[in-house]
């Protein structure tokens, strides 16, 4: 139904800059809310970023040095990370609630995930 792929992780040194792109593909009527979690080893995974009809919202840890964006025109959500530290390296994944053609509420979707190192 719908397929979210991201991209854009790596390995990078800490203070250096990642975008990661994620792109949501199927039969797809509107998406409601896109966001990016991620999950290091060991821990539970939590919200690094969300937006929702252009409000965007934070984790602390990542505050004035991450930011969000959409691009509606191509169902697509991007993250800028700016500053990253050894701490941020995780699985990012991309999530996306869809409205599909035939539903009343809209559909919790996941990507695949990317992996992002941040070396010291």
């Known amino acids: 139904q719908v397929q979210l792929v991201e991209s854009g992780g790596g390995l990078v040194q800490a203070g250096g800059s990642r975008r990661l792109s994620c792109a949501a593909s199927?039969?797809?009527?509107?998406?409601?809310?896109m966001a990016w979690y991620r999950q290091a080893p060991g821990k539970q995974r939590e919200l690094a970023a969300a937006i929702l009809n252009g409000d965007t919202n934070y984790a602390d840890s990542v505050k004035g040095r991450f930011t969000i964006s959409r691009d509606i025109t191509k169902n697509a959500v991007y993250l800028q990370m700016n500053r990253l530290k050894p701490e941020d390296s995780a699985v990012y994944f991309c999530?996306?609630?869809?409205?599909?053609?035939?539903?009343?509420?809209?559909?919790?979707?996941w990507g695949q995930g990317t992996q992002v190192t941040v070396s010291s």
């Open positions: 199927g039969t797809i009527f509107s998406i409601y809310r």
């Open positions: 999530n996306a609630q869809v409205y599909l053609a035939s539903s009343s509420v809209p559909g919790d979707y």
